[in-house]
């Protein structure tokens, strides 16, 4: 893999139009600094509030189904909003709409910590998901839109490790703020964060629009919207029965995405401005390919929290905090990795994800060693070691993936082409969120109460999603090795046509 120049004058672009002129804006990298800390927020708060259902439980009086739309109803009007926010902040301006969401989720996070009832908390927890929605793909659009080459993959290793580091340490930072206060601060804590976050904002981040139209295709919009939230509904409540009551709407989540790319084609055939541009995955390199290697690596990724969860704390009977404390090695070494990888990912490219991969799988496959052959007494420290590992693997996985996902894709495209991808990481996070608990508790029945088993099928599921996405990587991976050998060979052929075509000049 070659770097690409600091300076971009140009970029492939589906929709034909070149990019325009580069120019460093002196402060992206603080400007950067406060997105990725109203990132942060919005992705922690994925999993922050799993620790305190069973408080919230107790002093709101609410059933367990409805405390269960604290988690889920987040994480689905969040995936919900993300590729409809994308066009947004690509057509009105990232800037505009990044202080929109984040001044949404301030107040979100401030009705949901007072509210009185579990049915407010529920809508204030629908509206912060809608908030962080319209957040997160304005991260992924201003990093494209204010770095370029080795740049570019420094600040996505920065955001690659918010992504890792945030999902990590959620039920530590959630046990610890139950230590020494109620749960309600576990909201409150975004208010002041934010207040600062969005002054910053308001002062560092470049103003105006991207050029592109305004209008917004509601029909996709209201298609893709339908779509999604048919294929995920069940999986949000899979703990309640979703997958048994529900089960019919995902053949009819199918045909309405089916509907959805068709739609969308009949709007760039008309010379319209789709909300999610179909070129983006068949004619921008790696762009399809990285969207599904990362939904198949976070249907891992986000599903073994919640099996460590139930094995520390159920079964070892450790407290939240302590639960969080046995996987902060996994942490650290993601975070580590991921700032690393940043600043290999334009040299190495795809090959990073594919060593990566390899170390999670290497990581996961000692811990279910671990699990099922060392005493559960001495498990949360044997286990350090094994999660270490997979966390330098996993920091090398998720932002090599986003920036060469993104690689190819026009900065007037950014927002859109984030949204989609984090919208596919979603999908892989609710799928996975659904799939590893459930057959823990199926095993858990069946063994008679055996914790170990339970939890290394858990990890036996992830590791079969990390495996598809090895197998994706390097597909990825051989395909650029060819197409760079291709432009390579066309290179020398241009090179030679010229010199002879100089030397027949100069002689006649």
Not at 135 to 145: F, K, T, Y
Not at 185 to 200: E, K, R, T
């Amino acid at each position: 893999m070659t770097a690409r120049p600091d300076v971009d004058r140009t970029a492939r672009d589906p929709g034909g139009d070149a990019e325009e002129e580069y120019r460093p804006d002196p402060r992206r990298w603080r400007a950067l600094s406060v997105t990725l800390v109203a990132g942060f927020m919005s992705l922690l708060d994925v999993s922050i509030v799993s620790v305190a259902l069973p408080t919230l439980q107790r002093d709101l009086g609410a059933s367990p189904a409805a405390v269960q739309w604290v988690v889920s109803g987040y994480a689905l009007t969040f995936a919900l909003m993300l590729v409809p926010a994308g066009r947004l902040g690509d057509a009105l301006g990232r800037r505009r709409m990044f202080l929109v969401g984040l001044a949404g989720f301030v107040l979100c996070s401030a009705a949901a910590g007072a509210a009185p009832s579990v049915g407010l908390l529920i809508a204030a927890r629908l509206a912060q998901g809608l908030a962080a929605g319209v957040l997160a793909p304005q991260n992924s659009g201003l990093i494209q839109q204010l770095f370029r080459g080795g740049e570019r993959g420094r600040a996505f290793g920065l955001f690659g490790a918010v992504v890792g580091v945030s999902t990590a340490v959620g039920p530590i930072a959630g046990g610890l703020l139950l230590r020494v206060a109620d749960w309600r601060w576990i909201f409150y804590v975004n208010v002041p964060i934010g207040v600062v976050a969005f002054v910053l904002a308001w002062r560092l981040l470049p103003r105006g629009g991207t050029g592109r139209s305004g209008r917004i295709d509601l029909g996709g919009v209201s298609l893709l919207g339908a779509g999604a939230l048919a294929l995920l509904l069940p999986l949000v409540q899979a703990e309640s029965g979703g997958l048994a009551r529900l089960w019919w709407l995902f053949p009819v989540g199918v045909l309405v995405l089916v509907g959805f790319v068709v739609w969308e084609q009949r709007v760039v055939h008309r010379g319209g401005e789709p909300v999610f541009d179909p070129r983006l995955v068949t004619q921008t390199p790696g762009y399809g390919l990285g969207a599904a290697l990362g939904t198949v690596y976070f249907v891992g990724f986000s599903g073994i929290w919640l099996v460590f969860a139930l094995f520390f704390q159920t079964g070892l009977g450790l407290t939240p905090l302590q639960s969080g404390l046995a996987v902060t090695p996994f942490a650290i070494g993601s975070a580590a990795a991921a700032v690393v990888a940043g600043r290999l990912v334009e040299r190495f490219g795809r090959l990073l994800t594919v060593l990566g991969l390899v170390g999670v799988m290497a990581g996961l496959g000692a811990t279910v060693a671990v699990l099922l052959l060392v005493p559960p007494d001495a498990v949360p420290w044997a286990v350090a070691p094994a999660l270490l590992a997979g966390g330098l693997g996993g920091g090398f996985v998720i932002s090599p993936n986003i920036t060469m996902t993104l690689r190819e894709v026009p900065v007037r495209m950014a927002g859109a082409a984030g949204g989609g991808l984090q919208t596919a990481q979603r999908f892989g996070a609710v799928i996975g969120t659904a799939a590893l608990p459930g057959l823990f508790y199926v095993v858990l029945g069946a063994t008679g109460e055996d914790y170990p088993a339970a939890a290394a099928a858990g990890l036996g599921v992830a590791l079969v999603g990390i495996a598809a996405a090895l197998v994706l990587a390097v597909v990825d991976l051989r395909h650029g090795r060819r197409q760079d050998a291709a432009d390579a060979a066309a290179r020398d052929e241009a090179d030679h046509d010229a010199v002879h075509g100089h030397g027949h000049a100069a002689h006649s």
